[in-house]
């Protein structure tokens, strides 16, 4: 099993930044991908970034690109998201992912396991 907690998240003006942060555990803890999602209230999960624990390879959603930086701490098992230039259509929940399998990085049925998500409003 793995585990994944998140934290960081917050209350940011627009124009702001914050950084989430992901702390995985677990005997099984060797994943393919490490994504991070979001949900806003009556909206479907939604693909933000991705790393590939391997290669270190990034992948970001159109919406973030510039703005958004996924990076990891192999060593600790973190993975972080640097937040930008945030805006308030950036509120959401936002979710850490590990994806054992070679799989779509982008699709959130690739993604086994997931933390509990960390609330990040913005305001205007």
């Known amino acids: 099993q793995v585990q994944l907690v998140e934290s960081g998240g917050g209350l940011a003006q627009a124009g702001g930044s914050l950084r989430l942060s992901c702390a995985a555990s677990g005997r099984t803890f060797s994943p393919y991908y490490m994504g991070w999602f979001r949900q806003a209230p009556g909206k479907e999960r939604e693909f933000v970034a991705a790393l590939s624990w391997r290669t270190g390879n990034a992948y970001y959603a159109d919406f973030v690109k510039g703005r958004f930086t996924i990076s990891r701490d192999n060593t600790k098992n973190m993975v972080y998201l640097q937040m930008n230039s945030l805006k308030p259509e950036d509120t959401a929940v936002y979710y850490c992912?590990?994806?054992?399998?070679?799989?779509?990085?982008?699709?959130?049925?690739?993604?086994?396991?997931w933390g509990q998500g960390t609330q990040v409003t913005v305001s205007s």
């Open positions: 992912a590990s994806s054992p399998y070679i799989g779509i990085y982008y699709s959130h049925s690739s993604y086994k396991y």
